[in-house]
């Protein structure tokens, strides 16, 4: 088991919602990241929290914006849904700061399936 | 150009086969390098990382040319359980805060 846990599992939401979706890691994970994964591409990447911090974001429009706890769990918070945002979102944890001397593998979350009608 | 291109299969390989995938990617300045293994509507795990120096577990070997920038993972004597997607990872250079960049990934089913 990674140590990674998501809610909901699946979530059904209409056009201009906003969506919050949960992830929490064990004690020591101090890097999270948040991926998208749309059906038949490969996740990308969302942004990354460090201790807190938001430390890193990928092409994402700011409708998508995120936080990170001192217990290790996390939130991806998505404002007026579209239909494109329909896909798997993907927690990813691992101790220490990503890149520079800590482990580089990331251990992911089952994910959240969000379908947008 | 993509950042990491793979074919996307189908490969359908009988049980036993050996079967090789191929990733490249774009940025020179990439650091680490990985397949992960996605099955059906699951997340994706580590398979290995990818050394330059070329690395094997088990029955799996994966392989890594900077020069070329291109990657391989070799699988041998397939099992009915290597049926799955495979996802060729890479790292940049920005301090790990640029997140892991996925390609498409490959979907390889094996027959029996």
């Known amino acids: 088991e990674t140590g990674v846990t998501q809610s909901p599992t699946h979530l059904i939401k209409t056009r201009g919602q906003q969506v919050t979706l949960r992830c929490s890691s064990q004690?020591?994970?101090?890097?999270v990241s948040w991926y998208q994964q749309a059906l038949g591409q490969g996740p990308q990447f969302i942004f990354q929290?460090?201790?807190?911090?938001?430390?890193g974001r990928g092409n994402f429009p700011p409708r998508f914006s995120g936080l990170q706890f001192p217990n290790y769990s996390s939130e991806l918070n998505v404002n007026a849904l579209e239909l494109d945002d329909s896909a798997l979102y993907l927690c990813?944890?691992?101790?220490?700061?990503?890149?520079?001397?800590?482990?580089?593998?990331?251990?992911f979350g089952p994910g959240t399936r969000l379908t947008v009608l | 150009r993509k950042e990491v291109e793979q074919d996307p299969g189908p490969f359908n390989v009988p049980e036993g086969a050996t079967v090789a995938f191929n990733c490249t990617y774009s940025?020179?300045?990439?650091?680490?390098f990985f397949w992960y293994r996605q099955d059906c509507r699951k997340e994706p795990k580590l398979l290995m990382s990818?050394?330059?120096s070329g690395n094997e577990d088990g029955r799996f070997t994966a392989q890594l040319n900077r020069a070329s920038q291109y990657i391989s993972l070799l699988i041998r004597d397939s099992k009915l359980s290597d049926s799955a997607t495979y996802l060729c990872?890479?790292?940049?250079?920005?301090?790990?805060?640029?997140?892991?960049?996925f390609g498409k990934g490959t979907h390889l089913i094996i027959q029996p």
């Open positions: 990818v050394y330059s």
């Open positions: 004690s020591g994970h101090n890097t």
């Open positions: 929290y460090y201790r807190e911090e938001k430390n």
């Open positions: 940025n020179s300045a990439s650091q680490s």
């Open positions: 990872v890479v790292k940049g250079s920005g301090g790990g805060a640029d997140g892991l960049t």
């Open positions: 990813a944890a691992l101790p220490g700061l990503a890149g520079g001397s800590s482990t580089d593998t990331q251990y």
